[in-house]
């Protein structure tokens, strides 16, 4: 499975972005999606993920509330809307997933995620 992020790219305070990710093949329906984070000089920390069923998300605290995690079955697609968006949300964003249903606690560890996209650019001016 290869994944391919885009969508990234430079947004003033308070403006939003949706960025893609594309899957390329194998089953799509049941896996466990997840975006991540990652700003220089930190580690990648998880943003938004979602069951394999899309019937739970689970959102880190800093980003509730602004931002949307979705996805298209048909089209092996997953999406994260971003809006209010902060300089803090500045950082290279990646998508992962895992053809694992994984359970709610276990959305936000990185080492539950097999595949991973090579990664997109936001940058949040203030």
């Known amino acids: 499975v290869q994944l391919q992020a885009s969508g990234g790219g430079l947004v003033q305070a308070g403006g939003s972005l949706r960025l893609s990710c594309a899957a390329s093949?194998?089953?799509?329906?049941?896996?466990?999606m997840g975006w991540f984070r990652q700003a220089p000089g930190k580690e990648r920390e998880p943003v938004a993920a979602?069951?394999?069923?899309?019937?739970?998300?689970a959102y880190a605290a800093s980003v509730k509330g602004r931002f949307t995690i979705s996805k298209d079955n048909a089209k092996k697609m997953v999406y994260l809307q971003m809006n209010s968006m902060k300089p803090e949300d500045t950082a290279v964003y990646y998508c992962?997933?895992?053809?694992?249903?994984?359970?709610?606690?276990?959305?936000?560890?990185?080492?539950?995620?097999?595949?991973w996209g090579q990664g997109t650019q936001v940058t949040v001016s203030s």
């Open positions: 992962a997933l895992t053809t694992r249903s994984l359970i709610y606690s276990e959305l936000f560890r990185r080492t539950n995620y097999d595949y």
């Open positions: 093949e194998g089953t799509f329906r049941g896996s466990s």
């Open positions: 979602m069951r394999g069923s899309g019937t739970t998300t």
